[in-house]
């Protein structure tokens, strides 16, 4: 097995987003999407956070 490069700044500057990163994103709009949504429906019943 070779050895890994010493070099780590040059590897940061090279790594790109691919489509994991994106998709991370759009679940975690989804989670926030869908949190708001049950509080605004739970707030129809007189739920009250806290």
């Known amino acids: 097995m ?13 790594a790109t ?7 991370l994103f759009v679940s975690v709009a989804a989670l926030i999407a869908g949190i708001t949504l049950l509080v605004l429906e739970l707030n129809s019943y007189a739920w009250q956070m806290g």
């Open 2 to 14: 070779s050895r890994r490069s010493s070099d780590n700044s040059s590897n940061a500057a090279k």
């Open 17 to 23: 987003p691919d489509v994991f990163v994106g998709l």
